[in-house]
């Protein structure tokens, strides 16, 4: 296969052979090579497939209910949410406008503090005194970086935000609790 230096670099050669078991079980990296280069386009010649941030995202939500998946580290997530962050663009048209890492807010992909995955529109940003709460599920804090005092947010706190995960409000605590208390 052959994909850009970071995504290599998220990917190790262990997680290409299980996202790839069923159809390449024998999956690796092609050596790297700069693109539009005569090295790049013999790979091509010989049908090496690029792998794409679409094809990726197809991986990921094909495997999203495996247990390799649920294993990843937080330092393996966190580089994911890197790249994909780094990496996703808006597409625009002239109807509308649409994050290319759409397909993402379609199946549990975010780990919230307990470990487990939710849904990005159901999941909210950690304050500093609640990392965990059971009625507005918390992303792991260690799974993006956000300096509070300079407001820098590295590419995995924007892909998160780009996939529908807020800050909590009052308002969202409030219909929170009235939907808890009262459906």
């Known amino acids: 296969l052959r994909a850009s230096v970071n ?4 990917l190790s050669k262990t997680d290409l052979g299980f996202l790839y078991a069923t159809t390449r079980p024998n999956a690796d990296w092609a050596t790297g090579t700069m693109n539009n280069t005569n090295a790049d386009r013999m790979l091509q010649s010989l049908n090496i497939k ?3 941030n679409h094809g990726l995202i197809d991986l990921l939500k094909d495997n999203a ?3 390799w998946f649920k294993e990843r580290s937080n330092e393996w997530l966190h580089r994911l949410y890197q790249y994909l962050g780094g990496n996703l663009k808006m597409e625009y048209n002239l109807f509308h406008s649409q994050y290319e890492g759409h397909q993402l807010t379609t199946f549990p992909f975010i780990r919230i ?6 849904y990005s529109k159901s999941c909210h940003f950690p304050t500093e005194d609640t990392l965990d709460d059971e009625l507005l599920p918390r992303v792991h804090h260690e799974l993006y970086n956000f300096n509070r005092r300079s407001k820098k947010k590295d590419a995995a706190h924007k892909l998160l935000e780009n ?3 807020t800050e909590v409000s009052e308002i969202t605590r409030v219909e929170a609790f009235l939907k808890q208390r009262y459906l």
Do not use: D, P
Request: charged residues 15%; glycine residues 10%.
């Open 65 to 67: 209910y495996s247990t």
């Open 50 to 52: 690029q792998l794409s």
């Open 7 to 10: 995504l290599k670099n998220t």
């Open 113 to 118: 503090s307990t470990g487990e995955y939710k």
């Open 163 to 165: 996939l529908g995960v």
